[in-house]
């Protein structure tokens, strides 16, 4: 059973370009996390999705920033008009259902750099 | 809101030594869930051990251990026989149960581990 997957694992844009991450969650699970690592500093919760429905945004920059999880495909992240600022680890999570075992299984996170 | 908070930036523990890793948390909630994850320099999160708040027993897996005190909000981990491979980032997070409020992960700020000869 293959893991969370998440491409790309290292991507370079230009500030002004747009950048988009993608993530296929294990099998079999339908919720999916989007988390913001700054380089030394712990994960923030960025967004919560399930399938077709966004249903925490809470930790989302009002603007730039746009999370779908669609009928079919892996969920996307995207980042328009990329600044510097944006530079991170971008992590993806999934879990079964709202609460089943507790556990949010990660993926191995895509580098953005903004030149 | 939930926090959680882990005020030991880096910690540094012999080989084959204990180390205790501290975490406090702040909740108004019964029913949730306590974790530590591992992040080593390849930055991939793994699940070290979870502890449900509604056990009285302390979660042990092999060599980790928690002592999950709920009336004092802290859950702070102990690696016994400590290993190279156990040096990386530990990170403690909570997940609320509550069906109500969007389950998602909050995490510490994060310990650095290192591990010497």
């Known amino acids: 059973n293959a893991g969370v997957m998440q491409n790309p694992r290292h991507l370079v844009r230009r500030r002004g370009q747009e950048a988009r991450l993608r993530c296929s969650p294990m099998?079999?699970?339908?919720?999916v996390y989007w988390y913001r690592q700054l380089p030394e500093e712990g994960l923030k919760f960025m967004v919560y999705?399930?399938?077709?429905?966004?249903?925490?945004e809470s930790g989302m920059p009002k603007e730039r920033f746009s999370a779908e999880f669609p009928k079919e495909g892996p969920s996307i992240l995207r980042i328009q008009q990329v600044v510097r600022g944006d530079s991170a680890a971008y992590f993806c999570?999934?879990?079964?259902?709202?609460?089943?075992?507790?556990?949010?299984?990660f993926g191995e996170g895509s580098r953005l750099t903004v030149l | 809101a939930q926090t959680v908070t882990q005020s030991q930036p880096e910690m540094s523990v012999q080989e084959a030594e204990t180390v205790t890793l501290s975490c406090t948390y702040d909740t108004s909630e019964s029913d949730y869930y306590l974790f530590w994850y591992k992040q080593p320099p390849s930055r991939q999160m793994i699940l070290v051990i979870r502890q449900e708040a509604y056990k009285q027993q302390n979660a042990t897996e092999n060599r980790f251990s928690v002592n999950f005190q709920k009336a004092a909000k802290s859950f702070s981990l102990k690696i016994s026989d400590s290993q190279l491979g156990d040096a990386a980032m530990y990170f403690c997070?909570?997940?609320?149960?509550?069906?109500?409020?969007?389950?998602?992960?909050?995490f510490g700020t994060g310990t650095r581990l290192q591990v010497t000869l």
């Open positions: 997070a909570y997940r609320t149960l509550n069906t109500g409020t969007a389950s998602k992960l909050t």
């Open positions: 999570a999934s879990s079964p259902d709202r609460a089943f075992g507790g556990e949010l299984f």
């Open positions: 999705l399930q399938k077709e429905n966004i249903i925490d």
């Open positions: 099998k079999g699970h339908s919720h």
